[in-house]
């Protein structure tokens, strides 16, 4: 991470202006804007930026992330080992045949996203140890004494740093029934602002050769987006001073496996199904992207080139990327990538950015690895409506009706990630 240096004082300011323009943008979005507690939103804030200098500044962390990255590349060759016996040559093993193109040998869905199987038995064996259990305990703690927030906020919260949106709230189904909806809000847009653990470890080896220490920074950047996301829910729908829910009981349950391999088969399964889950959002989310920009081809040339979905939303998000920490030049390429990563995946943001970052310095790659580091888009919010509905169905109006606003608050927080990490990358 020490590469990346050259941030004039004038980018750090351009990146302190786009986190406070986001909680603005947040503020003028919200329903109560006289009982939004500052203190608190305050707090948060600080929590981000001092987690991004801890994290992205102290040489022992540094050396942390290093072995962390280490310890990726391993779960990469391990994985290849196992698809190229299962797969063959489309598995990454040795080809029949001499291949013309080999730079197009990579195929995604049988070298790339097998990883998910891998790391699900790991986060198994790992959360049946009690090692994600004790994490998610200290920072929920963490939350929970600095920004006033109940119990199964912050533990829920907390989990998804290393879990997905529909998993976290499973910590705490109990009380989810009992939130105030400001509460259930905090819930939702905490799932929609950060990365599951398995997912970090994918992108990461798509990132590897962009930016340094991947897995460093996406853990970084769920780890930052954790209180923006309660930032920027609390600004936009506040909490009553006294709506606090009495749930401070609340903790991660514990493994349903009896052995450490009951919890590895387990992780494996759970792998699967989010394995499925991701390619048909994949294959559907391109298709319709794609199919969109046929529909706006038929409009013709506009300002002498075709109308396209990347950039309509590239002109809507690239004021959003300046306000990050971006050069306009790096603005306006970053703005196609944040509004594909919300309306396909950030799957294909990151696809498309790694396939091409020559546009951007090594402080734009280190901030748009953050902004896109997150699950706010339309696909995983109907995932997270599902699952939630499921575990509680008496609250089906209230997480129908948060739902889209959740969407706009997971992407302010995650944005407001990127900024905060532009302030302290130079």
């Given at each position: 991470?020490?590469?990346?240096?050259?941030?004039?004082?004038?980018?750090?300011?351009?990146?302190?202006?786009?986190?406070?323009?986001?909680?603005?943008?947040?503020?003028?979005?919200?329903?109560?804007?006289?009982?939004?507690?500052?203190?608190?939103?305050?707090?948060?804030?600080?929590?981000?930026?001092?987690?991004?200098?801890?994290?992205?500044?102290?040489?022992?962390?540094?050396?942390?992330?290093?072995?962390?990255?280490?310890?990726?590349?391993?779960?990469?060759?391990?994985?290849?080992a196992?698809?190229?016996?299962?797969?063959g040559?489309?598995?990454?093993?040795?080809?029949?045949?001499?291949?013309?193109?080999?730079?197009?040998?990579?195929v995604?869905?049988?070298?790339?996203?097998?990883?998910?199987?891998v790391?699900?038995?790991?986060?198994?064996?790992?959360?049946?140890?009690?090692?994600?259990?004790?994490?998610?305990?200290?920072?929920?703690?963490?939350?929970?004494?600095?920004?006033?927030?109940?119990?199964?906020?912050?533990?829920?919260?907390?989990?998804?740093?290393?879990?997905?949106?529909?998993?976290?709230?499973?910590?705490?189904?109990?009380?989810?029934?009992?939130?105030?909806?400001?509460?259930?809000?905090?819930?939702?847009?905490?799932?929609?602002?950060?990365?599951?653990?398995?997912?970090?470890?994918?992108?990461?080896?798509?990132?590897?050769?962009?930016?340094?220490?991947?897995?460093?920074?996406?853990?970084?950047?769920?780890?930052?987006?954790?209180?923006?996301?309660?930032?920027?829910?609390?600004v936009?729908?506040?909490?009553?001073?006294?709506?606090?829910?009495?749930?401070?009981?609340?903790?991660?349950?514990?493994?349903?496996?009896?052995?450490?391999?009951?919890?590895?088969?387990?992780?494996?399964?759970?792998?699967?199904?989010?394995?499925?889950?991701?390619?048909?959002?994949?294959?559907?989310?391109?298709?319709?992207?794609?199919?969109?920009?046929?529909?706006?081809?038929?409009?013709?040339?506009?300002?002498?080139?075709?109308?396209?979905?990347?950039?309509?939303?590239?002109?809507?998000?690239?004021?959003?990327?300046?306000?990050?920490?971006?050069?306009?030049?790096?603005?306006?390429?970053?703005?196609?990538?944040?509004?594909?990563?919300?309306?396909?995946?950030?799957?294909?943001?990151?696809?498309?950015?790694?396939?091409?970052p020559?546009?951007?310095?090594?402080?734009?790659?280190?901030?748009?690895?953050?902004?896109?580091?997150?699950?706010?888009?339309?696909?995983?919010?109907?995932?997270?409506?599902?699952g939630?509905?499921?575990?509680?169905?008496?609250?089906?109006?209230?997480?129908?009706?948060?739902a889209p606003?959740?969407?706009v608050?997971?992407?302010?927080?995650?944005?407001?990630?990127?900024?905060?990490?532009?302030?302290?990358?130079?």
């Amino acid at each position: 991470m020490d590469g990346v240096t050259g941030a004039s004082f004038g980018g750090v300011a351009q990146s302190a202006f786009g986190v406070l323009a986001l909680v603005a943008v947040a503020w003028m979005i919200g329903r109560a804007p006289k009982g939004v507690p500052w203190r608190a939103v305050g707090i948060g804030i600080v929590i981000q930026v001092v987690i991004a200098l801890i994290l992205l500044k102290l040489p022992p962390v540094q050396a942390v992330f290093v072995w962390i990255n280490q310890a990726v590349s391993a779960l990469v060759a391990a994985t290849k080992a196992g698809t190229s016996v299962v797969f063959g040559y489309l598995g990454g093993g040795a080809a029949p045949f001499e291949a013309s193109n080999p730079a197009n040998s990579f195929v995604l869905a049988f070298q790339g996203l097998p990883l998910i199987l891998v790391v699900g038995a790991i986060a198994g064996l790992l959360y049946h140890w009690g090692v994600i259990p004790f994490f998610v305990r200290a920072f929920s703690r963490l939350l929970r004494r600095t920004m006033g927030i109940g119990g199964a906020v912050g533990v829920s919260t907390a989990a998804n740093v290393f879990v997905g949106m529909v998993e976290a709230p499973l910590f705490v189904r109990p009380y989810l029934a009992r939130l105030s909806n400001p509460e259930l809000f905090m819930v939702m847009t905490a799932g929609l602002a950060t990365l599951a653990g398995n997912m970090m470890v994918l992108y990461a080896a798509f990132l590897t050769g962009t930016v340094d220490d991947p897995i460093g920074q996406l853990l970084t950047a769920s780890l930052i987006s954790a209180p923006a996301a309660l930032v920027v829910a609390m600004v936009m729908m506040p909490p009553a001073p006294a709506a606090r829910a009495v749930d401070d009981d609340a903790t991660a349950p514990p493994s349903e496996a009896a052995t450490s391999l009951e919890a590895a088969v387990m992780g494996v399964i759970n792998g699967v199904n989010l394995l499925i889950s991701v390619v048909a959002m994949l294959i559907a989310g391109i298709a319709l992207a794609a199919l969109a920009n046929m529909i706006l081809g038929l409009v013709g040339d506009v300002w002498g080139a075709p109308l396209t979905l990347e950039r309509m939303l590239g002109w809507i998000m690239a004021p959003v990327a300046w306000a990050m920490g971006m050069s306009w030049p790096e603005a306006v390429a970053a703005g196609p990538l944040l509004g594909t990563k919300v309306v396909v995946n950030e799957l294909v943001a990151y696809l498309q950015f790694t396939a091409d970052p020559s546009a951007f310095s090594p402080r734009a790659r280190v901030i748009l690895t953050y902004a896109l580091g997150s699950f706010a888009n339309i696909g995983s919010l109907g995932i997270m409506i599902g699952g939630m509905v499921a575990m509680v169905p008496e609250r089906r109006t209230d997480i129908v009706r948060l739902a889209p606003l959740s969407l706009v608050s997971g992407t302010i927080a995650t944005c407001m990630t990127g900024a905060v990490a532009g302030l302290v990358v130079w």
